[in-house]
């Protein structure tokens, strides 16, 4: 199924991202996650590729399984040492594997040097040419740390969507004012595309700090005094973690920002903790 069906329906559409494991360790822990998210049925899982050192060969099989137990799978792809042929073959894999929906970015990693792809709307246009996918890219409501300004960030994110892109996911935002005024800049620079919004429960502390530091993303002052109350108690951290979450979450609904993205950090009982808690809100 075609993601952008889900987005474009007026009912919520909750989602979540899992990430491959690292190189040479075990598909079957990741698979296994698979498997338990599934049960509480989110209306698509998104897979990371390359992000950590992970191999594109465990997205696919990853983003497959997902595929298999009847939800639709969102394949993260990027552009670092990428080479037409490289993306040819990763796209026909894509297609063998059942994989109909693409998140095509540009990515960090350190490359060998190879640039075919600068960035990721080039990538869109050479995936959007085969007219097989759907296609996905990211967006930034604090603005991307190379960007410039915020005006240039927007410019730059419409030349995602004239190249093919159909939805845009953000990254992690921690304060729904940022949101809601993100979307104002976007509908009045004539981008119109669904957006998701990503949320992200904090569980982790000291991982949160670098997060934020290597993104750009703001935590605000309220949500880090949370963090740090609980830092050295993982539960109650967690606790904490998905009932912000699950503000940020309802308080977009109710406000008409119905598409959300949760990053998981491949722990299900956070995608858990939050479907539960919205069974009847995000019906
Ligand atoms: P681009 O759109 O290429 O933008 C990169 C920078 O270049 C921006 O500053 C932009 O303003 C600027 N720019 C864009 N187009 C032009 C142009 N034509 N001329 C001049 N400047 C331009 N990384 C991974 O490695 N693997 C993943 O799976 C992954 N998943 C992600 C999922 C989400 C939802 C998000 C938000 C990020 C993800 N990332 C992932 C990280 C992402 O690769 C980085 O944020 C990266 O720095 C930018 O990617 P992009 O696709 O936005 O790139």
Redesign the pocket.
Known sequence: MKIIELLKDEKPCISC?L?PPKAGSELQNALKIVDEISVVKPHFM?V????GGTSAGQ?VAIAKAVEEHGIPALA?L???DATEEKIDAMLQNFRASGIQNV???????VTSGVKEF?????LMKKIAATGDFCIG????PEG?????SLD??I???K??IDAGCQFL????CFDNNILYNYMYRLLRNGIDVPVVA?IMPVTNARQINRICEL?GTKLPPHYRAIVERFADDPQALMQAGIAYALGQIIDLIANGFKNI?VYTMNKPEIIRGIKNNLSEIAK
């Open positions: 991202e990430f998104s990371t590729y390359g992000a997205t993260h990027t552009c670092i998140l095509a970015l540009r990515g960090d990693a600068a960035h990721a709307s080039d890219g990211a967006c930034y991307h740390p190379e960007a410039g240039k960030d410019e730059n994110t030349k995602k996911v953000t990254q992690m990503g993104s993205h």
